[in-house]
Every structure is written in C-alpha cells, then in structure tokens.
C-alpha cells in the first residue's frame, strides 16, 4: 500500500491526531499555515499534479458556524462558500485532472434535527448556513465521478491540542473551577472520540472504502447527560443550569436539535465506535500518563 497522501486541515484537532497515531504516512498538507488557500485552483493542481499520492483527505474549511452565518449575506463571496464548497470543488477538480481519490470530511449539520436518528439514507436537509455550504461540498465529491468517502463526523474531543480546547475540555475547566454551567435541556448530539475519528480514516484509506457513512461515536444523548457523564467519569460535579436552545443561541446560527447519527454502517466494516463514556475513559487514561 502506498502510504503518501495529500491532506487538507490537517494541521487542526482531528488531523494532527491521525498523524500522531499514524506516523508511517507521508502526508503533504495543503493549508492556509502552509501557505495554500484552496480557493486557489492554480496552486492546488500544481501540488496534485506534482504528488503521486493516490488518495486526498479534504478536511479543510470555515467551521465556525455563527461566523459562517454571518457569511450567508454575502452569498457565493462569503468566506464560507468560498472556502467550504469552491474550495471543496477544487479539490475534486484536482482529483479528477489527476485520477486521485477522495475522502471529504463532513459534519452532522447537513441534517435538520427533527428526526429522533438519522442513517447514511436519510436526505440532507440544512437550517444554517455552514450545514448548506457543507452539504454542497457532499454533492460535488458525489457527482464528481472518482472514487471517494464521505465520512460525517460530529462533536470531536481528545485528551490533548493546546491550540484549541474542544466541548470536553471547556467543561471540565469550567467544573474544576466550580463554575456554573449552562447547559441545553433540548438538544441531542453524538460525541466522537477523536482517536476512532483517525482510526476510521486509516480505514477508509487502507481499504479503499467508497460511499457515505457516519464517522461518529456510538451514543447519542441529551447535554445535560453528557456533562453529568464528564462528571462521573472524571469524579466531579457539574453545577448545572438548564437552558433552552432559544436562550443559550439568542441571536445566533439556528442549530438542529436532534443530532442523533446511527454509526451502525460504519461498525459492519468491524470499526469500534467508542461510546461517550468508553471515550471518556480513554481521554481520562492517556490525561494521565
């Protein structure tokens, strides 16, 4: 198996991990701290043209959902289009000019949040912005002809990244300091340990997998269960303030309100998907070390 691959993002909180625990690959990472915008189509196939590794992993992109909100004003020129779907169809651009194949990083957000479970089969249907701009990069990775994945991945945490502290992080500050937390009383999503995330991509890259399917971890729950499971976990007690997601995002990007993604696809490859309290013991375990 050739073990060179192109990235894109990876200089962030789930690609820096897979290359901790995947260190026999060669990976070129095409990024702005690398000096290459992606919304640059020129530079980008000189780099594809010039590499001979026969698989990308798309993870770059504008993430921050209320600034991509704010970027739906804007339309096609906003920073968020730009970056998540022109910058999206470059890379599939690139692939198909030099017969690369494709893995592209997407988010539970293409969902709309009023069934209790979505599977891979379930249409997507976006309420912000950032979940449409990611959407559009699905259907230009599965119209575009090549080979390539799509792997959905929601709510990533790990042990460590000091340059940005993930939700599991926040909270446990936030109960070691003895600080009130506010916590959303309606809303269901799935957390996914970080570690099965690059586990999960080593797979797809291994096996040349093709088709969509939900990267994320084995539990859905509520917000107030997984704080209190972070609390039992780590031996400490939240102080809880329910609020309601019209309080808590006031004035801010609509969120879906159930997120609960099905990862019962990606098992049957024979991935174990952590559940969010195993998850929590393993951050707990290497925290430790």
């Known amino acids: 198996m050739d073990k060179s691959i192109l990235t894109t993002g990876f200089n962030g909180m789930v690609g820096s991990r897979f290359l901790e625990l995947f260190p026999d690959y060669t990976v070129l990472n095409l990024g702005k701290s690398d000096g290459v915008d992606i919304t640059d189509y ?10 001979k590794a026969p698989t990308v992993v798309h993870m770059a992109g504008k993430t921050d959902v209320d600034s991509c909100e704010d970027d739906k004003l804007f339309g096609e020129g906003g920073e968020a289009w730009r970056v998540n779907v022109e910058g999206t169809r470059n890379i599939v651009k690139a692939s198909q000019k030099t017969g690369k194949r494709l893995i592209y990083i997407s988010t539970d957000f293409v969902f709309n949040g009023t069934k209790d479970f979505y599977t891979e089969e379930d249409v997507p249907d976006p309420v912000n912005w950032y979940g449409y701009t990611k959407y ?3 259907l230009s990775v599965a119209s575009s002809g090549i080979g390539y994945s799509i792997l959905r991945i929601s709510y990533p945490y790990r042990a460590y990244y000091p340059k940005k502290k993930d939700f599991v992080r926040r909270i446990l500050e936030k109960m070691t300091n003895k600080e009130k937390i506010y916590a959303l009383s309606d809303h269901i999503y799935t957390p996914t340990f970080i570690d099965d995330i690059a586990q999960g991509i080593n797979l797809f890259l ?5 088709g969509t399917y939900h990267l994320v971890g084995r539990e ?3 917000v107030i269960e997984g704080i209190t499971t972070i609390g039992g976990v780590f031996g400490l007690n939240p102080q809880l303030v329910p609020i309601t997601r019209e309080q808590y995002f006031k004035d801010r990007a609509y969120r879906p309100f159930k997120l609960g993604l099905k990862s019962d696809k990606i098992r049957n490859l024979d991935l174990k998907m952590n559940s969010f309290s195993e998850g929590l013991e393993k951050v707990k375990k290497q925290l430790s070390i």
């Open 136 to 138: 559009e990069g699905e």
């Open 42 to 51: 020129e530079k980008i196939i000189n780099y594809f043209e010039e590499s």
């Open 206 to 210: 291994e096996k040349n997998i093709e």
């Open 220 to 222: 859905s729950l509520s």
